[in-house]
């Protein structure tokens, strides 16, 4: 019987395995992950786990009963530590080894580490017990200092103001939050959505240092003041889990790299999902990797494919998508808004807190869009996104068209 090893037990794995027999899989399935807890989805760590609504259980995605049902054979508890192609095995570090006919390396991102150090108080989050080692710390009040504005920080100082943590300061070297998706005249909206619920804004300086200081700690900013707090979170990014294939002979540059089929370049029964793959984007033209979840879920659908449809090959060729969830702003990013590009402002339902951003390149067709609580519009943007190259005027008539009659157009094109 063939078999299938899916490292990495987060949602880009086990999403493979579930994909896996959706497909018909008839083979052995082993997912093999890290962590000794049952698997369990990622986004609620920085909002609904963080705020106490949600718990370790209503997160969960593969219950034992579930793999068991479905035929997947769960090794939680159990790092891989090295892959031999030639013996076609997965080393583990318990010192066991699991051959495999296809290898899927889901083995996902770490948060970046602190370059301050690690003095009590000072957290990163990425995991399970990363959220409730936050969340236990929240609740012992402020201040908090949030060093980085990308989606994580500024998600933990949301879901910090909504638990009541007094003086929530954030802090970035950059001039906005959300600079790598967002582009400034939007992010800046969002940096006044924070400042409205009472968040301290620190924005283009960088931190110099975190000390520990009577009991508490002090953060250091380049321009020479300081910030006290008694909880610093460090949300400076992620790099991919991918140095344990160090050796192995499947090359990784940040990320394992794959071919345009999510299959690495120096083998083709090993694949890679989610945020450790670095793959040729057809669409795109150019080597990405993405740390997003529905990323990680709808690249794990097509590598399940390719496995059991060796001869009809799809390519992972996506448009980019993320949401979040700050405040009372349900905040959705689809294609590409970075940069510079020309956009336009439509408003929605409720203008000041409900409006659709839609961008365009320089020939005027439509890349991508900023979507805040108005999900007929998301549906509009993205179904536009998936037709190709299509002219912004014409995204901007649908979108307008699903205005409420007493609203207008708020903004104009540049």
């Known amino acids: 019987m063939a078999r299938t090893v899916i490292v990495g037990a987060s949602v880009g794995g086990v999403r493979t395995a579930q994909a896996l027999r959706a497909e018909g899989y008839r083979g052995e399935i082993v997912l093999v992950g890290e962590e000794e807890v049952a698997p369990y989805d990622k986004p609620p760590l920085s909002k609904a786990l963080l705020a106490g609504t949600a718990t370790a259980k209503s997160i969960g995605m593969l219950p034992e009963r579930a793999a068991i049902d479905a035929g997947i054979r769960c090794q939680r508890g159990r790092a891989a530590t090295a892959v031999s192609l030639r013996e076609r095995r997965v080393q583990l570090a318990d010192g066991t080894a699991i051959e495999f006919d296809d290898l899927v390396v889901a083995t996902g991102a770490r948060a970046r ?21 936050l969340g236990a710390a929240l609740r012992q009040g402020g201040p908090l200092v949030v060093i980085g504005a990308g989606f994580i920080g500024a998600e933990v100082a949301s879901t910090a103001v909504g638990l009541g943590v007094r003086e929530v300061t954030m802090v970035d070297p950059v001039e906005v939050p959300l600079s790598r998706v967002l582009s400034p005249g939007v992010a800046s909206q969002v940096a006044a959505l924070h400042e409205r619920h009472g968040v301290t804004t620190r924005f283009g300086v960088g931190v110099t240092d975190v000390v ?26 992620a790099v991919p889990n991918d140095d344990w294939l160090d050796g192995s002979g499947i090359t990784t540059d940040d990320g394992v790299v794959c071919d345009q089929f999510s299959r690495s370049v120096d083998d083709p029964h090993v694949w890679a999902v989610g945020d450790v793959a670095r793959w040729w984007h057809v669409r795109q033209q150019r080597s990405v990797r993405v740390e997003h979840w529905t990323n990680a879920v709808q690249q794990a659908e097509c590598v399940a494919h390719n496995i059991v449809h060796p001869a009809d090959l799809r390519s992972h060729a996506p448009v980019e998508y993320v949401w979040s969830d700050q405040y009372d702003w349900k905040l959705h990013v689809v294609g590409c808004t970075d940069g510079d590009q020309q956009h336009v402002l439509v408003g929605g339902g409720a203008p000041e807190r409900s409006f ?28 536009s996104l998936a037709l190709g190259r299509v002219p912004l005027a014409q995204v901007r008539a649908d979108v307008e068209a699903l205005q409420p009659k007493s609203h207008g157009v708020r903004g104009a094109a540049r």
Do not use: M
């Open 113 to 133: 580490t602190s370059p301050w150090g690690n003095p009590p108080g000072v957290h990163v989050l990425r995991t399970l017990a990363d959220a409730e080692e």
């Open 212 to 237: 520990p200081r009577s009991g508490g700690l002090e953060v250091r900013l380049a321009d020479g003041s300081t910030l006290q707090a008694a909880t610093v979170v460090v949300g400076i990014g």
């Open 356 to 383: 659709a951003v839609l961008y365009a390149a320089a020939d005027g067709s439509f890349t991508g869009a900023v979507i805040v609580n108005w999900p007929k519009a998301l549906v509009t943007c993205r179904r």
